[in-house]
T-cell receptor, first 111, second 113 residues
Framework: DVKVTQSSRYLVKRTGEKVFLECVQD?????MFWYRQDPGLGLRLIYFSYDVKMKEKGDIPEGYSVSREKKERFSLILESASTNQTSMYLCASSSTGGKQYFGPGTRLTVT | GQNIDQPTEMTATEGAIVQINCTYQTSGFNGLFWYQQHAGEAPTFLSY????GLEEKGRFSSFLSRSKGYSYLLLKELQMKDSASYLCAVRVHGSGNTGKLIFGQGTTLQVKP
């Protein structure tokens, strides 16, 4: 069965902390994506990657960076967390031309 | 720019039929997806249209008109478990032949007994 896992379901961090969100997929997919989901705004793409070490900015990359050192793993990094980054973060993966499969999400609260 | 519109909320009765509309204006088009998302859970794939017409899958059907920038999701014989958010998403081309998804805000459907 297809699986996308995320390192934490819930996370609480302080303003200014560096935050790592990890995503792992077991489907050998080329493409991986990070979204955030906020009420009234829907899912918005932060960054995506189409190959190891390749990354592309999405619609709202400011304040975030990503890392893809291995095909199965895609990390989202908040260099200095701020309260406006409190959100639900969703990771997804897909094969080229295929549908996206989503992980369970990480609800991040920055205080 | 990229714009996808769908109603924010809908209410329907158990056993009835409901149609959730989605209109889009995007630079490029490479298919339209519908996802279902229950509260606190990940979105799960429902349907995909890339050509005009109707795609049927059990109680769920999805329609696409590319010339009108319009799609709908039809849910028949509604059940209480269909209470969820329904997300319309358009795939556009990205780097490396990646398909990026542009999502609408989602439609929260409440099914009442």
């Amino acid at each position: 069965d297809v699986k996308v896992t995320q390192s934490s379901r819930y996370l609480v961090k302080r303003t200014g902390e560096k935050v790592f969100l990890e995503c792992v997929q077991d489907m050998d997919h080329e493409n991986m994506f990070w979204y955030r989901q906020d009420p009234g705004l829907g899912l918005r793409l932060i960054y995506f990657s189409y190959d190891v070490k390749m990354k592309e900015k999405g619609d709202i990359p400011e304040g975030y960076s990503v890392s893809r050192e291995k095909k199965e793993r895609f990390s989202l990094i908040l260099e200095s967390a701020s309260t406006n980054q409190t959100s639900m973060y969703l990771c997804a993966s897909s094969s080229t031309g295929g549908k996206q499969y989503f992980g369970p999400g990480t609800r991040l609260t920055v205080t | 720019g990229q714009n996808i519109d769908q109603p924010t909320e809908m209410t329907a009765t158990e056993g009835a039929i409901v149609q959730i509309n989605c209109t889009y204006q995007t630079s490029g088009f490479n298919g339209l997806f519908w996802y279902q998302q229950h509260a606190g859970e990940a979105p799960t794939f429902l349907s995909y249209n890339v050509l005009d017409g109707l795609e049927e899958k059990g109680r769920f059907s999805s329609f696409l008109s590319r010339s009108k920038g319009y799609s709908y999701l039809l849910l028949k014989e509604l059940q209480m478990k269909d209470s969820a958010s329904y997300l319309c998403a358009v795939r556009v081309h990205g780097s490396g032949n990646t398909g990026k998804l542009i999502f609408g805000q989602g439609t929260t459907l409440q099914v009442k007994p």
